[in-house]
Structures are given as C-alpha cells and as structure tokens.
C-alpha cells in the first residue's frame, strides 16, 4: 500500500545489453523502498543491474533481467539497507551489459520521505 509520503522517480537505461552507468537526479531526500524496471525488448542471456548511492550499492537493489519472456517483463527490488536518498544527490543505474540484443529499460524507484 502506499502512502502519500511515497513520490516516485521513472528513469531509462538506454541499452541494457551495453555495460553502462547512468544516474538520476534526487528531487528530495527518503528512503528507496522498492525498484521496479520494464525491459523493452527481448534479449538473450542475462543482464545484471545494480543501484548504487554514492558509490556504494544498495542493499537488496539488484535485479537480473532474464531472456525467458524479457519483452515486456516487469522486475522488482525491495532494498534493505544503504537506500537512504538525499536531496540533490543521485541514484547510479549499472548494467553489467550481460545480455545481447538492444534493449532499453525503463526504471521507476519508489521513494518513501
């Protein structure tokens, strides 16, 4: 359930297949409870993604993004530790570029204050 202290920030990885990082700006401080992503495109092989807060990960955070019905497939993350946000910092999006073909995803974080 959610409540309204809970906002949520929606960013993409451009190519998930493509070892990268991206980050995302924070529009005010709270605590990461969950991560969902939404791949695009199928994909072979597995692409690992990991989130980090300042250069260290967040607990719980990782998602694997499989071949198996990845068009289109929704993943979660609930972290349990190091997900405290600030305002004005930044999340890091990594992928470990594990998989093939080009595939966009697209990430929401759900930020409790």
Do not use: H
Not at 61 to 78: E, Q
């Amino acid at each position: 359930m959610r409540t309204l202290n809970d906002y949520f920030i929606t960013a993409e990885i451009e190519d998930v297949s493509t070892a990268s990082s991206t980050f995302v700006a924070i529009p005010d401080g709270g605590k990461i409870v969950k991560i969902l992503t939404a791949n695009q495109a199928t994909i072979t092989g597995t692409a690992a993604l990991s989130f980090e807060i300042g250069g260290t990960a967040v607990t719980g955070g990782g998602i694997s993004i499989v071949a198996s019905g990845s068009a289109g497939a929704i993943d979660t993350a609930s972290p349990t530790g190091n997900n405290t946000v600030v305002e004005g910092g930044s999340i890091e999006m990594i992928t470990d570029g594990g998989s093939s073909n080009t595939s966009k995803a697209v990430v929401t974080f759900v930020i409790r204050r």
